[in-house]
């Protein structure tokens, strides 16, 4: 059920996105709107099962039951596999490229080359109005599941390996999940 927080943060996120990007119309494809499904019962509620090849992410709610949201994800090589934990969450997070995306993509972004310029949180930052970061044995991955810019690239394996979200999508999940959640990435 959609709170009045929700609906209120949702749709201000969502101004905030089509102030920045005027006349940008953008059409989800139904499968991966939030929805409940089925899924397996032995799945411990509360935790988060990404399916990367199906492009959905899984919020376990309850046993044999999970919230699916449609998820972009990293292209070949590029993807993050395993266990994780959610150990910090941010709302508007600041951003910048790690080394092995400056090296690989030096002209898309040549304004993090040799500086230590950070991008702010905001409309036009890459990893939009939420972020979950992902960590091992207390270590961060440098792996996100986030929100996007780039609402086109749900449903697709096109990202340096974060797990992208509409931004209103991953404002719901960033409420429903707290520190210490499970992330497992097949």
């Known amino acids: 059920m959609i709170t009045r927080r929700t609906f209120v943060t949702t749709a201000t996120a969502g101004a905030a996105l089509a102030t920045a990007a005027p006349g940008a119309a953008f059409a989800l494809e139904q499968k991966f709107e939030p929805q409940s499904v089925g899924i397996r019962q032995d799945l411990e509620p509360g935790q988060i099962l990404i399916m990367p090849r199906a492009h959905f992410l899984y919020f376990v709610t309850a046993p044999g039951q999970a919230l699916r949201y449609g998820v972009g994800v990293g292209k070949a090589g590029l993807e993050f596999t395993g266990n994780a934990v959610i150990q910090v969450k941010k709302e508007w997070p600041t951003w910048r490229p790690t080394d092995e995306m400056i090296e ?12 230590d310029y950070v991008q702010p949180g905001g409309p036009q930052n890459p990893l ?59």
Not at 104 to 115: A, L
Not at 156 to 174: F, P
């Open 128 to 186: 939009g109005a939420r972020a979950l970061y992902l960590f091992q044995n207390g270590r961060d991955t440098f792996f996100r599941i986030h929100g996007t810019t780039a609402p086109e690239s749900i449903g697709r394996s096109v990202s340096n390996g974060c797990i992208r979200m509409l931004n209103e999508h991953v404002i719901d999940l960033y409420q429903r999940v707290p520190i210490g959640t499970k992330v497992t990435v097949l």
């Open 104 to 115: 690989r993509e030096p002209q898309t972004y040549s304004r993090f080359k040799d500086n």
